[in-house]
């Protein structure tokens, strides 16, 4: 079974400053993986995405990942963090096979806190 | 396109008491997920629904039930609710051949 590990809880950065949030996964078989977002009081926003092709892949509100098989990561990135980013962030993996039978598995999250 | 509603917001139940949650998914959509999210956690899997039937279960017990309707809306269901059940419950919808789920915005229930 596939499992993520997010390995900060806590990620306190200034405005403007880069930021990388760890994740790894334990898979021996072909790898989906996401990284969500969620702001207070709210739900799940899909930041990304890699399912094939490019290990670089970019997503919404300028963030990106690299998936690197050799090393079992997916960890997200940002150039320049604004005061809005501030929020949790979750990395997932689909567990179970085939068709619509795909459950998430979440780690455990990284409170991005950005400050003025 | 409309996204994915859930329905109330916010509650509060006594323990022992029983609790229904209601989502509508997105559009052309007919896979709808339930997970639990306690304060300071990730997300975890209860279940699963796909064309009306369960379609894969996590570790919870059996007072937690669910159906899906012909319009691929959802119910979920927790009999003689726990303290511990308090949590963000997500709701999250997919189509049947694609990975990724699209989810509500939650309905915070509070066991007192």
Known sequence: AQSVTQLDSQVPVFEEAPVELRCNYSSSVSVYLFWYVQYPNQGLQLLLKYLSGSTLVKGINGFEAEFNKSQTSFHLRKPSVHISDTAEYFCAAPTGSGGSNYKLTFGKGTLLTVNP | ?112
């Open chain 2, 1 to 112: 396109e409309t996204g994915v509603t859930q329905s109330p917001t916010h509650l509060i139940k006594t323990r022992g008491q029983q609790v229904t949650l209601r989502c509508s998914s997105q559009s052309g959509h007919n896979t709808v997920s339930w997970y639990q999210q306690a304060l300071g956690q990730g997300p975890q899997f209860i279940f699963q629904y796909y064309r009306e039937e369960e379609n894969g279960r996590g570790n919870f017990p059996p007072r937690f039930s669910g159906l899906q309707f012909p319009n691929y809306s959802s119910e979920l269901n927790v009999n003689a609710l726990e303290l511990d059940d308090s949590a963000l419950y997500l709701c999250a919808s997919s189509a049947a051949l694609n990975t990724e789920a699209f989810f509500g915005q939650g309905t915070r229930l509070t066991v007192v």
